[in-house]
């Protein structure tokens, strides 16, 4: 029951940080996919099946509040949450910082392409127009901003070990 509650509290902070404090950074700071990368990092080194659900729930949140470049962003997000399933399970490794950061690569290249056909329908559909561009720009952007995160996070992992077998220990 603990764990639960502390997973939901994490998720909670982490999507309410990333909508909140981190839009709210200045320019090549604000683009950085905070719970994708924190959900990458803990589903990939420590096997916290449920940060693959914060991606999906993360979707919601930003259907429910409306603050994406595209509407459905929970077929986006779930995308992505699949990719960094089989990823992390069939693909890449969890003991090198490069596994991880290819994990978190392809989970954000998952999350742009649905983002981009989910653009195109709109704008077929709907008669909208959607700038690429700027689409891919925040993608290209949140890439290396993920990837610096990532690059201060493997590091502290022993730490992370220490916090997730006090805590999240089933």
């Known amino acids: 029951m603990i764990r639960l509650i502390f997973l939901i509290v994490a998720f909670i902070l982490l999507s309410t940080g990333e909508l909140g404090f981190i839009s709210a950074l200045p320019f090549p700071m604000d683009r950085t996919p905070l719970l994708l990368v924190v959900s990458v990092f803990l589903f990939q080194s420590f096997d916290v099946g449920p940060s693959a ?3 999906v729930f993360h979707g919601l949140m930003l259907d429910l509040m409306g603050t994406s470049f595209v509407r459905l962003e929970t ?6 949450a699949v990719v960094l399933v089989l990823c992390s399970r069939h693909l890449f490794s969890n003991r090198s910082f490069w596994g991880i950061l ?17 653009s195109v329908f709109q704008v077929i559909f709907q008669n909208g127009s959607l700038s690429f561009q700027a689409l891919l720009s925040l993608r290209l952007w949140g890439l290396g901003m993920g990837a610096i995160l990532l690059l201060l996070f493997f590091p ?12 999240l220990s089933s």
């Not at 077929?75 to 992505?80: D, E, H, P, R, V």
């Not at 070990?161 to 006090?166: G, S």
Request: glycine share 2%.
């Open 156 to 167: 502290l992992s022993e730490f992370f070990v220490r916090l997730h077998t006090r805590f």
């Open 75 to 80: 077929l986006s997000y779930s995308a992505a």
């Open 102 to 118: 290819g994990t978190f690569t392809l989970s954000l290249l998952a999350l742009t392409c649905m983002e981009v056909i989910l």
């Open 53 to 55: 659900w914060w991606v």
